[in-house]
């Protein structure tokens, strides 16, 4: 009878790569696919070394054409690895988050790897005054095709949507988060409630939808054990009104007209003023709420609601400031606020002005 010991079973599951993974939701998710049994092997790609026990680091920038060499046992690869934050230049954080992206795809193809994961953001819908509540996932894609984020994930989106054409025998699947909420979750719409009174357009009512980060890296989870087809929509259940939305934040509101909002706003960042376009606006003036549809089928619920999902996102911003995006100090957030409310309450009186004369 043999006395040596037994070796144990290698699992006949996928090896996973994902990219992103010393931070955020990539940490969560390696994390999370570390300890499933039904994953042979979970590989950490990052610019640096993460912490993340039992998994294989593999230290490598996305944008690597090498990168295919590092990817030669990989069976799905998750792409989290993405820029967002306001204040990355919007040239440098388009090469980041588009070369990534490709890079990532043409080394998958090049690697055999069978399926790639590309989390863009439910922003790609595009935030309107007319868009359903929610939006189903089959949505037209109507976000602006400019220099904002949105541009960045439309152009992702058009990555995965001829990848399969490209790249004979690759799976490529979206995943379209809401509003990002949690640790380290650094965006254009968490600056909105950093700001001393909360901007609202006159006319519209705004749904505020999130999703935090634990939640979409167990969505993740789901799409790549489950098999989940895109596109995927992650977000909390429902949405927020704006006065539950004041009732959480504790912060009043200033409303503005629309055209007057949008047009200061694209001026303010034209002369520098301000890091984000003026169609960044539209994501906190108009509904953009998503049905996840495909991954409530699948049985996925998540574990923070909208209203959880904000109040992590007033403790992340706690003792910050920003205005229409940019940082500041504390008063200069209360006077840079009190200055646009008043250019825009000049701009509406000279237009007043203008139209009276043209009557007479």
């Given at each position: 009878?043999?006395?040596?010991?037994?070796?144990?079973?290698?699992?006949?599951?996928?090896?996973?790569?994902?990219?992103?993974?010393?931070?955020?939701?990539?940490?969560?998710?390696?994390?999370?696919?570390?300890?499933?049994?039904?994953?042979?092997?979970?590989?950490?790609?990052?610019?640096?070394?993460?912490?993340?026990?039992?998994?294989?680091?593999?230290?490598?920038?996305?944008?690597?054409?090498?990168?295919?060499?590092?990817?030669?046992?990989?069976?799905?690869?998750?792409?989290?690895?993405?820029?967002?934050?306001?204040?990355?230049?919007?040239?440098?954080?388009?090469?980041?988050?588009?070369?990534?992206?490709?890079?990532?795809?043409?080394?998958?193809?090049?690697?055999?790897?069978?399926?790639?994961?590309?989390?863009?953001?439910?922003?790609?819908?595009?935030?309107?005054?007319?868009?359903?509540?929610?939006?189903?996932?089959?949505?037209?894609?109507?976000?602006?095709?400019?220099?904002?984020?949105?541009?960045?994930?439309?152009?992702?989106?058009?990555?995965?949507?001829?990848?399969?054409?490209?790249?004979?025998?690759?799976?490529?699947?979206?995943?379209?988060?809401?509003?990002?909420?949690?640790?380290?979750?650094?965006?254009?719409?968490?600056?909105?409630?950093?700001?001393?009174?909360?901007?609202?357009?006159?006319?519209?009512?705004?749904?505020?939808?999130?999703?935090?980060?634990?939640?979409?890296?167990?969505?993740?989870?789901?799409?790549?054990?489950?098999?989940?087809?895109?596109?995927?929509?992650?977000?909390?259940?429902?949405?927020?009104?704006?006065?539950?939305?004041?009732?959480?934040?504790?912060?009043?509101?200033?409303?503005?007209?629309?055209?007057?909002?949008?047009?200061?706003?694209?001026?303010?960042?034209?002369?520098?003023?301000?890091?984000?376009?003026?169609?960044?606006?539209?994501?906190?003036?108009?509904?953009?709420?998503?049905?996840?549809?495909?991954?409530?089928?699948?049985?996925?619920?998540?574990?923070?609601?909208?209203?959880?999902?904000?109040?992590?996102?007033?403790?992340?911003?706690?003792?910050?400031?920003?205005?229409?995006?940019?940082?500041?100090?504390?008063?200069?957030?209360?006077?840079?606020?009190?200055?646009?409310?008043?250019?825009?309450?000049?701009?509406?009186?000279?237009?007043?002005?203008?139209a009276r004369k043209r009557r007479r």
């Amino acid at each position: 009878m043999a006395t040596g010991k037994v070796r144990p079973r290698r699992s006949k599951g996928p090896v996973v790569a994902i990219t992103g993974a010393a931070t955020g939701t990539g940490r969560l998710l390696a994390a999370r696919l570390a300890g499933r049994e039904e994953i042979r092997k979970v590989v950490a790609i990052d610019a640096h070394r993460g912490d993340v026990p039992g998994v294989t680091w593999r230290v490598v920038d996305i944008r690597d054409p090498l990168l295919s060499n590092r990817l030669s046992d990989v069976d799905v690869i998750v792409n989290l690895d993405v820029e967002h934050s306001p204040d990355v230049d919007s040239r440098d954080r388009r090469t980041h988050n588009v070369r990534g992206a490709q890079t990532v795809v043409t080394a998958a193809a090049a690697a055999r790897v069978r399926r790639v994961v590309l989390v863009t953001s439910a922003m790609v819908y595009g935030a309107a005054p007319g868009n359903d509540v929610p939006l189903a996932e089959d949505a037209p894609l109507l976000a602006e095709a400019d220099a904002s984020v949105a541009g960045d994930y439309l152009e992702m989106e058009d990555l995965a949507a001829t990848a399969p054409i490209t790249h004979p025998g690759l799976d490529v699947t979206v995943v379209r988060p809401a509003a990002l909420a949690g640790p380290g979750v650094d965006t254009v719409l968490t600056r909105h409630f950093e700001a001393p009174r909360l901007l609202t357009v006159k006319g519209s009512t705004p749904g505020w939808q999130f999703c935090h980060i634990e939640d979409l890296a167990s969505a993740l989870d789901v799409v790549v054990t489950g098999e989940v087809a895109g596109p995927v929509a992650v977000g909390s259940e429902g949405w927020l009104s704006p006065g539950e939305v004041t009732e959480i934040t504790g912060k009043r509101t200033f409303e503005l007209p629309a055209a007057l909002t949008f047009g200061t706003a694209q001026r303010l960042h034209r002369l520098g003023m301000t890091p984000v376009p003026a169609t960044d606006l539209h994501y906190v003036a108009y509904p953009w709420v998503v049905d996840c549809a495909r991954l409530r089928a699948a049985g996925w619920k998540p574990l923070h609601d909208n209203a959880a999902a904000l109040r992590a996102v007033m403790e992340e911003t706690t003792g910050r400031h920003a205005v229409v995006g940019r940082r500041v100090g504390g008063k200069e957030a209360t006077v840079a606020t009190a200055a646009t409310a008043t250019v825009a309450a000049i701009g509406a009186a000279a237009a007043i002005h203008r139209a009276r004369k043209r009557r007479r």
